[in-house]
């Protein structure tokens, strides 16, 4: 099965731009996506299809993949950007749906 | 705007069956333009996928949980429901329902807030 690889853990000053990285074998030949989750609350979509934003998500928020990695990158930080960030994609070869570990926020 | 809802029982006995229903506002669970997702997350862990099905019955399941799974549609009620059978701790989980546009890649979008279910004798 198609596996997805997050580093668990990010830390950026405010005003900094975080990255959080996605990993998966060939993973520039699939559309990624990406949730945040805050504490007691469900996903919410930031970013679909690599790079596209939902209505109503900040321009901070953007996204790419190449090759083996997919990046979602924060620009000008804020504290409430703090949170858990997933990929995810939509393995066709099984119809399945992927995620991946996680990696949880952390503005200093 | 879709909106989701989850709803079942909290608490779940060990080797019991667990059943959840997602109640669906703002569209028609008969569209074809979405299919209808379960997601899991254990507490302080990660998201799994489930499984997913389509308004004619089509479904899609994790081969972890495959065969404990099932997710059905009533369209009458503009539900989807998921069972999981044989329950453990294991399973003690937030679990969510979500939308997944046809026409998309994948995403799931929107989510319900997520109903906790625990495992315990």
């Known amino acids: 099965s198609y596996v997805l690889t997050q580093p668990p853990s990010v830390s950026v000053a405010p005003g900094q731009t975080a990255r959080i990285t996605c990993g998966g074998n060939n993973i520039g030949s699939k559309s990624v996506h990406w949730y945040q989750q805050k504490p007691g609350q469900a996903p919410v979509l930031v970013v679909y299809d690599d790079s596209d934003r939902p209505s109503g998500i900040p321009e901070r928020f953007s996204g790419s993949n190449s090759g083996n990695t997919a990046t979602l990158t924060i620009s000008r930080v804020e504290a409430g950007d703090e949170a858990d960030y997933y990929c995810q994609v939509w393995d066709s070869s099984s119809d399945h749906q992927v995620f991946g570990g996680g990696t949880k926020l952390t503005v200093l | 705007q879709l909106q989701l809802q989850e709803s079942g029982p909290g608490l779940v006995k060990p080797s019991e069956t667990l059943s959840l229903t997602c109640t669906v506002s703002g569209g028609s669970i008969s569209s074809s333009s979405y299919y209808w997702g379960w997601i899991r997350q254990p507490p302080g862990k990660g998201l799994e996928w489930i499984g997913s099905?389509?308004?004619?019955?089509?479904?899609y399941y994790n081969p972890s949980l495959k065969s404990r799974v099932t997710i059905s549609v009533d369209t009458s009620k503009n539900q989807f429901s998921l069972k999981l059978s044989s329950v453990t701790a294991a399973d003690t989980a937030v679990y969510y329902c979500a939308s997944i546009a046809v026409a998309g890649t994948g995403w799931f979008d929107p989510w319900g807030q997520g109903t906790l279910v625990t495992v315990s004798s």
């Open positions: 099905i389509y308004y004619s019955g089509s479904t």
